[in-house]
Structures are given as C-alpha cells and as structure tokens.
C-alpha cells in the first residue's frame, strides 16, 4: 500500500458542487501539504499544516479549507467548485528535517 | 521573493545521448535548499535530490549528476547515457528553509527519450 493515499483518485463534479479530497498517510510525519498541479504551471501550494492545531495558507489558498482531522490525515475542500478548479491536486508529508516531499498518487478533479 | 526558472519546456533526445535539464533560481536568503522531482508519466512525484545553499560540490548518482553553481545561481541536472525509463517532467523547486514549507517549483521540462 501507498505511503500517502488520496481519495478519490478521480472526480467530475459540476459547478457550485462542494467536493473533499481526502489525505491519509502511514508515514509518522507531522508536516501535510496540498498543491494543486496545472499544465505548464507546475506545482502550486495551497495549505500546509505542521500539526493538527497548525493551519497555514499557501500561494493559492482562495476557493480551499481544509482540516486536519488527525496527524495521519488532512483534508482539502472546495465548498463550491468552479471551473477553473480543475486540476490535479497533489498530498505531500515532510519530515521536519529532510525537506523531502512524499507525494500521493493525485486526484484528478474536473468541474463542469 | 523566490523564483524557480526552467527555461526548457520540453526537450526530446535518442535513448543513449546525455541530456542537461536547467534550473535558475532567484532568492535573496543566503540560506536556501534547491530539489529536483520526477514525474513519470504514471504520475507520482519522486523525490531527486536537496541541497542547501551551503554545499556547492557536485552530486553524483549513477546516471544522474547535479551541478550547483552559486555564481550562476543554477542548478542544473544532466542525465548521462538516457534510457526511454528517463522519459518524464522534472522539477526543480526551492525552498528558504530546510523543510518544505513554502517549496517553490519551476514550471517542469518535459523530457522524452526516444528509442
């Protein structure tokens, strides 16, 4: 099993929808992200959290929540999806140390 | 602010031919870390390499050799002998602190290796 999975891996919904991309890891690590990864635009980050009490806004946070339920696992919400919201959302862990992203396998969203 | 430029949208080379994939950075800390990812076409990023601002020798892995010039401010990656296994988008990102909290990532050079 993946060290850090995301669900689902792929969802079309339609605009105004409210659509969670949830986040769960094995890895012990308390540092979670979410970036969201656009054609030509690389990644880009949109939350961060180092702990379950510790939320911080990345480059994009507009249109997200999220939460942190538990240190294994981290949320992102889009409590109404828009188009331009299509794209492939990424859930990395860090240790604190290392700097090294472990990534999930993404989640496809597509609005209509 | 920090900035990661991978001027290489996509580059295509015959399996065996060595190929450098470019990163320029611009940040103003002295103290920073520079990474590179891999994303094959199945999707997941991969972890490559981190290097702080600190340790400019050159790093070495099989195939895969990382040039740190401060001078330049690059951070450039060659692939020695390409395999068609290389074929994938690869990342160069930046980070002012040793965690990657606030990682900037360039934009990606699309490698294709070709038989």
């Known amino acids: 099993d993946a060290d850090v999975t995301q669900t689902p891996r792929n969802r079309i919904t339609k605009t105004g929808k409210r659509i969670m991309l949830e986040c769960s890891q094995t890895?012990?690590?308390?540092?979670m992200y979410w970036y969201r990864q656009d054609p030509g635009l690389g990644l880009r980050l949109i939350y961060y959290s180092f702990d379950v009490k510790d939320i911080n806004k990345g480059e994009i946070s507009d249109g997200y929540s999220v939460s942190r339920q538990a240190q294994a696992k981290f949320s992102l919400s889009l409590e109404s999806a828009i188009p331009n919201q299509t794209a492939l959302y990424f859930c990395?862990?860090?240790?604190?140390?290392?700097?090294?992203?472990?990534f999930g396998e993404g989640s496809r969203l597509t609005v209509l | 602010a920090q900035k990661v430029t991978q001027a290489q949208t996509e580059i295509s080379v015959v399996e065996k031919e060595d190929v450098t994939l470019d990163c320029v950075y611009e940040t103003r800390d002295t103290t920073y870390y520079l990474f590179w990812y891999k994303q094959p076409p199945s999707g997941e990023l991969v972890f490559l390499i981190r290097?702080?601002?600190?340790?400019?020798q050159n790093e070495i892995s099989g195939r895969y050799s990382w040039n740190f010039q401060k001078s330049t401010s690059s951070f450039n990656f060659t692939i020695t002998a390409s395999q068609v296994v290389d074929s994938a988008v690869y990342f160069c990102a930046l980070s002012n602190q040793g965690g990657s909290e606030k990682l900037v990532f360039g934009k990606g050079t699309k490698l294709t290796v070709n038989p």
């Open positions: 290097r702080n601002s600190f340790d400019e």
């Open positions: 990395a862990t860090s240790a604190a140390d290392t700097g090294e992203l472990f």
């Open positions: 890895k012990g690590h308390d540092r």
